[in-house]
Nanobody, 126 residues
């Protein structure tokens, strides 16, 4: 069974940094666009960032622009989300996703992501 596995979450203080990782098990995702989403308690899942299969193009939600950075290492079959200057409102479960499509631009529509991880908790204390 194909799975995406996130890691790197944890409890940090305001202003700290974390780096999330996402690696698949069962197959390679090096040719797929990848994305990160998050879901806070009582809220719907929201888009955070996305990257093309090559890593050349990225897009971010306005709420994280300038603080978060998405990247990927196709040789390691891993995607990353570097999160700096964390705020309490960044507290959420973070999910990575892979879109099994050919796309010239980063994918922001969650319906195009066919593979999702189980999520990793990020908690930012004030």
């Amino acid at each position: 069974q194909v799975q995406l596995v996130e890691s790197g979450g944890g409890l940090v203080q305001t202003g700290d940094s974390l780096r999330l990782s996402c690696a698949p098990s069962g197959r390679t995702f090096s040719g797929y666009p990848m994305g990160w989403y998050r879901q806070a308690p009582g809220k719907e899942r929201e888009f955070v960032a996305a990257v093309t299969w090559s890593g050349a193009s990225t897009v971010y939600a306005d709420s994280v622009k300038g603080r978060f950075s998405i990247s990927r290492d196709n040789a390691k079959n891993t995607a990353y989300l570097q999160m700096n200057s964390l705020k309490p409102e960044d507290t959420a479960v973070y999910y990575c996703a892979a879109a099994p499509i050919i796309a010239p631009a980063p994918v922001t529509d969650p319906r195009q992501y066919g593979y999702w991880g189980q999520g990793t908790q990020v908690t930012v204390s004030s």
